[in-house]
């Protein structure tokens, strides 16, 4: 925990902050790796950031600010603009209204516990512990909390570790187990529900899991999603969805789209009968370039996609 006295001159102000976990600017860089520079330069000239100011004007950051700075940098990693972040931002902003209820340190305390007992049940290869926490946690949250909020940051982090001895048995035991119950669950669905979409991965754009998350995600009210296989040619999926004549073919990317994306899609769009979507982080970045298409934007949050996906389906779901 940060020592907040040094640049708070008030003993009881001090207290204050540090009771609820504010961070003095030297310390949120420590955390983020961001400098104390770049930090200011987000909150001036883009408003990213807005941290509390004491009397003396010292910058002093909460967890969600820093959970914010770590969020910018994952945008920029993937290539997005600074400059364009804030409104990516701005999108999901209005998903977290409701952890207001609950303070967001007890939320992210509760979430943190899940996460330590998966760690521990992969660090020993222990997949029968493995089970009954993911049994537990399914059991005790709405599905987009489980895999958005506790699994798959612990995926992440270690997919992040593979270049460490033993990271790379880590996550393949950890990622294989995901799959495997994601993939189950999928399927139970597809025999409950007849009607049809697909999705697919632009080749080289994801990993498995997170195309059978965002699978799972869409798989809402009496639509079934059918996963294609990964590396499904782009140029052979006017064809698949003749034969397969689904409902909607969505197209899952979570990297920054590349220029001649738009261009494409509106092309594959003509070519197919059925409706055009798009899905991942792609999707939010590019939003604003397919405005004006055919071509529907799911986002990458689990909510939002299943509802979207309802919205653009109205029609076909009622024929």
Known sequence: MPVLTDVVSDSTQAVSLEQEE??????????????????????RRHGLIVPIR???????????????????LSWIERGVAVGKIAKILARTEPLQALSHIIPNNLVEADYAQWQQQVLAAVNGFD???LEQLY???????????????ILIPVWKQLL??????????DWLFLDGFLRARV???????????????????????????ELLVAALFLSCGPTAVRVLNMGQPFDELALLCERIKPLALVLFSNHVPAPELPRR????????????????????????????????????????????LKQFLAGSLDT
């Open 183 to 209: 993939a189950q669950r999928l399927l139970l669905m597809r025999e409950k529900q007849p009607r049809r979409v697909v999705i697919c991965a632009l080749v080289g754009h994801c990993r498995e899991l």
């Open 265 to 308: 899609l509106n092309r594959l769009a003509m070519s197919l009968e059925c409706r055009l979507l798009l899905a991942g982080d792609a999707s939010d970045l590019a939003q604003e370039s397919l405005a004006g298409s055919s071509i529907g934007c799911l986002g990458n949050e689990g909510d939002v996609m299943g509802q979207r």
């Open 54 to 72: 004491t009397e003396s004007g010292h910058r002093l950051y909460s967890l969600t600010d820093i959970e914010r700075v770590r969020s910018i």
């Open 22 to 43: 504010l961070f003095p600017i030297r310390e949120v860089a420590r955390l983020t790796g961001v400098n104390p520079v770049t930090l200011r330069a987000w909150e």
């Open 127 to 129: 997949e029968i512990r």
């Open 160 to 169: 992040q570790r593979q270049d460490q001895f033993g990271g790379a048995s």
């Open 135 to 149: 049994g537990q946690i399914f059991s005790s949250y709405a599905l987009p909390v489980v895999f958005q909020d």
